[in-house]
């Protein structure tokens, strides 16, 4: 996969609200528990990047979803992207829509994520305090040279830093795009229709082996 390729899949809008604090920190530091999550994600995708489509995306899946459960704090994310309304759905949508959701992003990171070309993931000595949250600022780099930053957003939970969002050069946001998608989806179909959204694009993302 080109990082041209990956740019059009992952390059997704929000721009960081709020005073920052830049900590620029030795490299010794920054190998800590709030960046490990991140390095342990990567060597993943690295991983399944090498794998590539001679193995089957099922077991790319099976390979990828428990460190992608590890790392990612997806109840928050959904609750964030589905906003305002979260609290008034029933608590069995509630439960259906996070494990679709799941799903969907798992598979979105084996579809995107499906060859390699020398491609690797470089963590910089910078970490931006945002509130509560810290960014860890990274950067994919092609077997040319080229180079593009990936930030994470890391929370703090009972289980350690979770990412909760992915910056893409810095300010365009996987979260806040799903979040604007999904509002058009809720308007029309409510929580059912972004149930059978999430499934369908699942489907599609796995070529119909998961839904």
């Not at 041209?4 to 030795?26: F, K, N, Q």
């Not at 928050?76 to 309304?85: F, K, L, P, Y």
């Not at 009972?158 to 050069?169: E, H, Q």
Request: hydrophobic fraction near 45%.
């Amino acid at each position: 996969m080109s990082v041209t390729a990956l740019d059009r899949r992952m390059l997704l809008r929000l721009a960081l609200c709020g005073a920052a604090v830049v900590l620029v920190l030795p490299r010794a530091a920054v190998a800590s528990e709030t960046t490990a999550p991140v390095e342990q994600l990567h060597d993943g995708l690295i991983e399944i990047m090498k794998a590539g489509r001679t193995v089957p995306f099922r077991q790319r899946y099976d390979k990828i979803a428990p460190l992608i459960g590890r790392t990612f704090d997806l109840e928050a994310i959904v609750h964030h992207v589905i906003g305002s309304r979260w609290p008034s759905l029933p608590p069995e949508q509630q439960a259906a829509l996070t494990d679709a959701f799941r799903r969907y992003t798992i598979a979105s990171y084996v579809a995107n994520f499906d060859a390699y070309s020398g491609e690797r993931f470089e963590l910089l000595p910078t970490i931006t305090t945002v509130g509560n949250d810290r960014v860890v600022q990274t950067r994919i780099v092609s077997a040319s040279g080229q180079a593009h930053a990936l930030a994470y957003v890391m929370r703090q939970t009972a289980g350690g830093w979770r990412i909760v969002d992915v910056l893409a050069d810095g300010s365009v946001s996987r979260v806040a795009a799903q979040r604007s998608e999904v509002r058009s989806v809720l308007a029309d179909g409510g929580g059912p229709g972004l149930l059978v959204s999430l499934r369908r694009k699942t489907a599609e993302l796995s070529g119909g082996i998961l839904q």
